[in-house]
């Protein structure tokens, strides 16, 4: 029985390696990844247009901005888990159709709390989108170098669909309202749906076990928690609520291992973390996001409020990253076969930690071809160490298992995200914030200028011409400061993480392709 069942699997195997529709199958695969990069990038022009048309407060608005990653991070693992159940095609398409229905609720929502619960409810249908798509490359190209190949363009999609996020947010609200912004995933979705129920074939883990209710609970208040806490010290210091909300994540994460162990059917199946090659690689990539993500957030605004870019200009002056990392990712699993998988990653690692260092050089009247060059080799960098760790991530565990380890992979840099804009945030604003103002400047405005950059820039504009450029010089200089200091933090957690990667990922290979050359 179980010698026809082999066979019967050698064949399919076979026949799917030849069949060409895997390539149509992936370009599907690809649109559900463009759209949930662009969606993660495409709000933050929108915002001042939409703070205008439905008012709502600081609060609001924070939780306007943050809710949607605060779902995403929570759910993933579960719905990774999920898609191992039911099948991740169906998990997809079923994703794909909520995302677009919901879209038009944001879209066209009438109140602050309205649009919070729109942009939570997109969340839940994003965190279905992602680990899939992940998990059905690993179950549809068996061919390893293919595979590499396929995640190299996956990964490649969703650097591109970041980059060009702000250019499309910006070319749509010069000509549209802030609605537009979400009704444009409405005609890509469809295209998915529809061409994804065709092309794309099941898969699911035959033996997986019954979805366990109290297990996604506990990971979503435990992700929620950790990541609500990270992001509340960042924007106000430490507070008593925070360390409760870090309290409670950080125990409720503690109870979801136990019972993870305890689990005939886990939802995540934490011996996944005993291989030291899947370790290694959630580990590097959790890092490399925390040092990079400190540097994207606030190389924005470096680029548009100290040296006075317009929104559209600052989107297109960081596109060298992007193509830095469209190349190496399409060659990243052919290099780590020629040479080694740990030359690699700790190069690419690397090379980011240096361009870092160059970040540090920076002030308000740097030229453009050192940010963009800078900007370029944390792409090419980037392209190489992300492609390869989740080329070894899935490569590392039964395919049945995809979903789970796609959802691990992603929560890693959700969370090393929300810990770098954190962490190196807080460096960025505590910098910031010990200017000193010129002596004529009254103590509201002083006040109201050591907020924010934006804050000083606004805040200026009744002050006499004089005072007003002494005051606005005196905060970019500041945030430039912060800037090369979060840059030279980053730049060392990213050279220690590539000797870390050095030494977790000796001896792992990617497997060679069956009948390739």
Known sequence: MSGTR????????????????????????????????????????????????????????LWIGDIYSFVIAGLLVSMGSLGDRIGRKKLLLTGATAFGAVSVLNAYATSPEMMIVARALLGVAGAT???????????????????????????????????????????????????????????VMAVLVLVGVKLLPESKNPVAGPWDLASVGLSLVGVIGVVYAVKEVAAHGPTWEVAVALAIGVATLYAFVRRQYALSAPLLDMRLFRHRGFSGAVLADLLTVFGLSGLV???????????????????????????????????????????????????????????????????????????????????????????????????????EQAGSASAVSE??????????????????TGVYRDFATPPDVPAPIASAAHESLGGA??????????????LVTAAQDAFAEGLRIAAGVGAAVL???????????????????????
Do not use: C
């Open 297 to 399: 957030f606030f190389l924005s605004q470096f680029l548009q409020l100290v040296q006075g870019r317009e929104p559209l200009e600052a989107g297109l002056a960081e596109l060298p990253a992007a193509a830095g990392a469209v190349v190496t990712g399409l060659i990243a699993g052919r290099y780590a076969r020629r040479y080694s998988v740990r030359t690699v990653v700790a190069g690419g690692l690397g090379a980011i930690g240096v361009a870092l260092a160059v970040i540090t050089l920076v002030h308000r009247e740097t030229g453009y071809p050192l940010l963009g060059a800078a900007l370029l080799v944390v792409g090419l960098g980037a392209g190489f160490s992300f492609t390869v760790t989740a080329d070894v991530i899935l490569s590392s565990v039964p395919k």
């Open 495 to 517: 050279m220690a993480t590539a000797v870390a990667a050095w030494f977790l990922l000796r001896g792992q290979k990617l497997e060679n392709g069956v009948g390739h050359p």
């Open 129 to 187: 989108l992602m680990p899939s798509t992940l998990a059905l490359i690993r179950n549809i190209f068996h061919d390893p170098r293919e595979r590499s190949l396929a995640i190299g363009i996956w990964g490649a999609t969703a650097s591109a669909g970041a980059a060009i996020g702000p250019v499309i947010g910006g070319a749509l609200l010069q000509h549209f309202y802030w609605g537009s912004v979400f009704l444009i995933n409405l005609p």
């Open 411 to 428: 929560t890693a840099y959700e969370l090393g995200a929300a810990l770098g804009i954190a962490i190196l945030g807080s460096i960025v």
């Open 457 to 470: 820039v606004e805040a200026a504009q009744g002050l006499p011409d004089a005072t007003a450029t002494a």
């Open 6 to 61: 082999h066979a019967s699997t050698m064949t399919a195997t076979e026949a799917e390696t030849k069949s060409p529709g895997r390539w149509l199958a992936l370009s599907v695969l690809v649109l559900a990844v463009l759209l949930v990069a662009v969606d993660a990038t495409v709000l933050g022009l929108a915002t001042p247009s939409l703070s205008e048309d439905l008012k709502p407060s600081g609060t609001q608005l």
